[in-house]
T-cell receptor, first 114, second 114 residues
């Protein structure tokens, strides 16, 4: 398994506050991703990165921003948290593009917005 | 756009019985197909994947899946269920181009009865 660590693993925050989730990978993977998991929806892509400082939007990007200043780190920021952003967030990475390369997932970050 | 439909949000089988989890996909390009398993409070682990070539794919833990283009299906099977197979299973599709932006089904929770 790829060495992907997420922090914090659990967080409770108040509506309107900014929140940053961190993802760190030790495999020198080029691509990194943030997904959210909600009952009945499976996992949905929020943002992804195809290199340092290179990011793009996914399916559910509204209210989220990302940054990647180093190959190994990918940050997800909720600019002003809302209750609808209560979810489990998964970071993932993959070594290169195309050809069905495996995407490896972290353990998840449980976020509750009250 | 690509999409995945998993038939049955919950499946229950007896220990030793056949496991069949259904997945149908929609894709305008040749699909790359994946099955992931998620144990409680953990991240996703790849079970198997189809990229090109042999349509019957064998994965870990005795699971296999068959890609049927004519039926746009990628059903997951295991001949004999074990208690340790209890988990949530996700089918996913990508176009294999650029970053691997997986589109997931909503998931199927598998329960094993003793």
């Amino acid at each position: 398994d790829a060495g992907i660590t997420q922090s914090p693993r659990h967080k409770v925050t108040e509506t309107g506050t900014p929140v940053t989730l961190r993802c760190h990978q030790t495999e020198n993977h080029r691509y990194m991703y943030w997904y959210r998991q909600d009952p009945g929806h499976g996992l949905r892509l929020i943002h992804y990165s195809y290199g340092v400082k290179d990011t793009d939007k996914g399916e559910v990007s509204d209210g989220y921003s990302v940054s990647r200043s180093k190959t190994e780190d990918f940050l997800l920021t909720l600019e002003s948290a809302t209750s609808s952003q209560t979810s489990v967030y998964f970071c993932a990475s993959s070594p290169n593009s195309g050809s069905g390369n495996t995407i490896y997932f972290g353990e998840g970050s449980w976020l509750t917005v009250v | 756009a690509q999409s995945v439909t998993q038939l049955g949000s919950h499946v229950s089988v007896s220990e030793g019985a056949l496991v069949l989890l259904r997945c149908n996909y929609s894709s305008s390009v040749p699909p790359y197909l994946f099955w992931y398993v998620q144990y409680p409070n953990q991240g996703l682990q790849l079970l198997l994947k189809y990229t090109t070539g042999a349509t019957l794919v064998k994965g870990i833990n005795g699971f296999e899946a068959e890609f049927k283009k004519s039926e746009t299906s990628f059903h997951l099977t295991k001949p004999s269920a074990h208690m340790s197979d209890a988990a949530e299973y996700f089918c996913a599709v990508s176009d294999g181009q650029g970053a691997q932006k997986l589109v997931f089904g909503q998931g199927t929770r598998l329960t094993i009865n003793p």
